[in-house]
């Protein structure tokens, strides 16, 4: 009779959790009449606000800080027996993971970069195909991490798969001609639209800055090109208000202080080429300052060319680069 209840206790403790859960659901006791939650002592009302077509919940007051946003549904647990109430205590110290938004480039038509991009080891939140039509797809929820960014750095953060949204844009690259030059695919002017309204609408919703709007080459300079140098962020910023450029009197004013030394007699020292590194390194790039013009550098002058000059991107940086590097240096410090 002992061993046979042993050998029953030992088939109950084998059981797995999901079939435990399952035995104690069928015996549970009759649960006790729930307990009124009583709302603490100081309560904080929630406030709840419709902004644009976005339901949006703001549990606190929307104009002490504007983090307590939340867009569509908040996920909270929900404990077996207890209940976790959303509303009472609304914390003001929080903001939003979403800190930056990547642009990129498929290097596929619209049907393999759907299929690539939902069925393998890739992934972005959007995907922005190439009809002139008005849908944009989404692929990936915009509070969970998509793998489109990889190796990548900008200023003190690194791997920005872990922060950033996501624009996979259908596009298919570039190619090489006859002198090894990369000759880019132009982007229709009904794809850029979709684009910028999707960046703007995204950038304002999670207040990312203008220095954390970015192309994929710019956070991996050397390993990625897209969007590349057809990418309009010049019109970005004019017309949509988003992301960095540079001002054109501010340029000029460099551009003139240059051509007027000797530029191509400095440019090639070592203090000259170290000093443009730190700029380099300061604006947001992971380029280590060495004195050399090594390889990475020039990629890196290259990358900065395809975002800030895109009529030129040789990878030499000339009075013109320099002048614009200096203007962006100032203006986002
Ligand atoms: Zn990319």
Redesign the pocket.
């Known amino acids: 009779m002992r061993k046979s209840l042993y050998i029953i206790s030992l088939g109950i403790s084998l059981l797995s959790c999901e079939t435990q859960n399952k035995v104690v659901q069928t015996v549970k006791p009759k649960p006790t009449p729930q307990k009124q939650v009583q709302p603490p002592k100081i309560v904080k009302p929630p406030v709840e606000t419709e902004r644009g077509e976005y339901f949006t919940v703001n549990l606190a007051d929307a104009a002490k800080n504007d983090n307590t946003i939340s867009f569509g549904s908040i996920v909270s647990a929900k404990p077996a027996q207890y209940n976790v109430v959303k509303t009472y205590f609304p914390a003001l110290a929080q903001n939003f993971r979403q800190k930056y938004l990547v642009l990129?480039y498929t290097a596929l038509d619209d049907e393999k970069s759907i299929r690539v991009l939902t069925e393998q080891t890739v992934s972005a939140h959007y995907l922005v195909n190439d009809l002139d039509d008005k849908e944009i797809y989404q692929l990936v929820d915009e509070n969970k991490r998509a793998y489109?960014a990889g190796i990548s750095a900008w200023r003190k953060d690194k791997n920005l798969n872990d922060n950033s949204i996501g624009i996979e844009i259908v596009n298919m690259g570039f190619t090489s001609d006859a002198t090894g030059k990369k000759v880019f695919v132009p982007f229709p002017e009904y794809q850029f639209k979709k684009v910028a309204a999707l960046a703007k609408n995204i950038a304002t919703r999670y207040m990312i800055p203008p220095t954390n709007i970015l192309g994929?080459s710019d956070i991996a300079p050397g390993r990625?090109q897209?969007p590349g140098p057809n990418f309009p962020w010049e019109r970005l910023y004019k017309e949509y208000q988003l992301g960095m450029w540079y001002d054109d009197a501010v340029k000029q004013a460099f551009y003139d202080l240059a051509v007027s030394t000797d530029f191509q007699s400095q440019v090639i020292t070592s203090p000259f080429i170290f000093k443009v590194q730190t700029m380099l390194q300061g604006f947001g790039y992971d380029v280590q300052p060495s004195g050399t013009m090594d390889d990475a550098t020039k990629k890196t002058i290259e990358t900065f060319q395809y975002h800030f000059r895109p009529a030129n991107y040789d990878g030499i940086l000339d009075p013109e680069t320099y002048a614009i590097l200096q203007a962006l240096v100032q203006k986002y410090p």
């Open positions: 990129h489109h994929h990625k897209d």
